[in-house]
């Protein structure tokens, strides 16, 4: 339910045959870009269970003054056919999410054993190959998990409901009383998909997350295979592309917090009779406006060097996101404590990385 990381249960099976491919997304009024990586694990296809819609989600605030702001803040197009194979449009347009482009698609095809990310614009097909399903136990869908289970129907599926709470305590986020956050959501275990979520969240306000144009109908199989005009590129780490007209290149990220003089001799490296130091106090990164407005989501990765008290010295961004997120990445891990790394028992400086997800809150995980 947080900001950083979100609720992963809309999409997370829908798709499970596609894995975690999209890295970050940067959406604007008139262009965009997104840094894709092939998958490292995927769940077996969902088979015999064809499916299409348009994913809607809106956000409601309400001022101090009872105005109620409305936005438009996701919309995803989905298809998966009975062999499993999928397909998703996601929007480019992060100022008019009402009227939409789909400047990329996202197609995973299990049978073939191959993935796609097609450039419509510059007819590219990124091909990246999928790894073997996970051959595990099986998994249930079933995310609900909930006391006050009930059932209904939503667009003509039998679903499942229940209701989460999480409380954030107070002090914890600036906070001077409790904060309660409440999600019901409703899910269908044949389908292996949520049909509808809201959220309520006195941080952000109501969200509501519902599919249209549903339908259980097979879907075109031209949908599962780029064009025939279309230029195929064989990729094998992450990649990057654009559409639309490009916004000016991002200032420099903040420079490095210098070392604290207690930590003049240098840093060690985990491994080698040294052991990595170990988390006992998180504070969460918070986003900037400017980042949730712009739908600014990824992984801000910092480098750090965690002294003998277990208080992080040293910051720097090893991957950039976005300046301001940047920042507010930095600003929350200086405030973590560790248990400090030892070497031959002892406490010692050790270097290490510290990964944060941004998440615009509730949006699925894809």
């Known amino acids: 339910m947080r900001d950083f990381c979100g609720l992963a249960v809309l999409l997370l099976l829908a798709v499970a045959a596609s894995g975690q491919t999209l890295m970050s997304s940067h959406p604007g009024p008139n262009g965009g870009s997104a840094t894709y990586r092939s998958p490292i694990s995927i769940l077996p296809p969902i088979t015999g269970a064809p499916v299409a819609y348009t994913l809607h989600e809106v956000r409601v605030q309400t001022l101090a003054d009872g105005t109620h702001v409305t936005q438009v803040v996701r919309l995803e197009r989905f298809w998966r056919d009975s062999q499993g194979r999928t397909r998703l449009e996601r929007s480019g347009n992060a100022s008019n999410a009402q009227t939409p482009d789909w400047p990329t698609a996202v197609i995973a095809g299990p049978t073939s054993g ?19 399903p996970f051959s595990g136990p099986s998994i249930s869908f079933d995310p609900t998990v909930s006391a006050d289970i009930e059932t209904r129907t939503i667009n003509g599926v039998l679903v499942r409901g229940g209701r989460r709470t999480m409380t954030v305590p107070k002090n914890t986020q600036g906070n001077d009383r409790d904060l309660v956050i409440t999600t019901e959501i409703w899910t269908s275990p044949e389908l292996h998909l949520t049909m509808f979520m809201e959220t309520h969240d006195p941080r952000v306000g109501d969200t509501t997350m519902t599919l249209e144009n549903f339908s259980r109908a097979e879907p075109d199989r031209t949908l599962f295979a780029p064009p025939a005009d279309f230029r195929i590129v064989d990729e094998s780490g992450e990649f990057t592309v654009t559409w639309g007209a490009q916004p000016p290149a ?3 990220p903040p420079p490095p917090v210098p070392l604290s003089q207690g930590i003049s001799g240098g840093a060690y490296r985990i491994g080698g009779g040294v052991s990595a130091p170990v988390p006992i106090h998180q504070v969460e990164p918070s986003y900037t406006d400017e980042a949730r407005q712009a739908g600014i ?18 910051i720097r961004v090893a991957r950039s996101l976005d300046p301001g997120l940047d920042q507010k990445a930095i600003e929350a891990v200086s405030q973590w404590r560790f248990r400090p790394g030892q070497k031959d028992g002892k406490p010692v400086p050790v270097m290490a990385g510290v990964q944060l997800n941004f998440r615009i809150a509730d949006r699925p995980n894809q």
Do not use: C, M, T
């Not at 191959?114 to 073997?132: C, D, N, S, T």
């Open 297 to 314: 989501e990824g992984v801000v990765f910092l480098s750090i060097v965690v002294d003998e008290n277990g208080q992080p010295q040293a």
């Open 250 to 252: 991002p200032p420099p």
């Open 114 to 132: 191959f993935w796609y990310v097609l450039e419509q614009e510059k007819k590219i097909a990124h091909r990246g190959r999928l790894p073997a």
